[in-house]
Nanobody, 127 residues
Framework: QVQLVESGGGLVQAGGSLRLSCAAS????????MGWFRQAPGLQREFVAA????????YSADSVKGRFTISRDNTKNTVYLQMNSLKPEDTAVYYC????????????????????WGQGTQVTVSS
């Protein structure tokens, strides 16, 4: 059974930092591209960042470029999202997702690319 379990969310003041983690099990993690998405109340889910199987390539949304960094540790089956300079508009539930597709070829900024999703972790940024 595939499980993706996010952690690290919480309440932080604007300008602060958080690091999200997503631990994967039940799948050959090294063969999966990983992504982070978020969904704020009343809004559609949006892409945040993605990383290829080896971690050699990363992709991020314009809204988080220069502030958020995605990384992975294939020895721990874990993907991370380091979030710096947080803004109130970053408030959302953050989800990690896994895809067997190669993110250097397929569009890993697109939700349907992913077959597995975590349950989400809440990030709240106060002004």
């Amino acid at each position: 059974q595939v499980q993706l379990v996010e952690s690290g969310g919480g309440l932080v003041q604007a300008g602060g930092s958080l690091r999200l983690s997503c631990a994967a099990s039940g799948l050959p993690y090294r063969l999966y591209g990983m992504g982070w998405f978020r969904q704020a109340p009343g809004l559609q889910r949006e892409f945040v960042a993605a990383i290829t199987r080896t971690g050699d390539n990363t992709y991020s949304a314009d809204s988080v470029k220069g502030r958020f960094t995605i990384s992975r540790d294939n020895t721990k089956n874990t993907v991370y999202l380091q979030m710096n300079s947080l803004k109130p508009e970053d408030t959302a539930v953050y989800y990690c997702a896994a895809t067997p597709r190669d993110c250097s070829i397929y569009r890993c900024d697109d939700g349907p690319t992913y077959g597995y999703w975590g349950q989400g972790t809440q990030v709240t940024v106060s002004s």
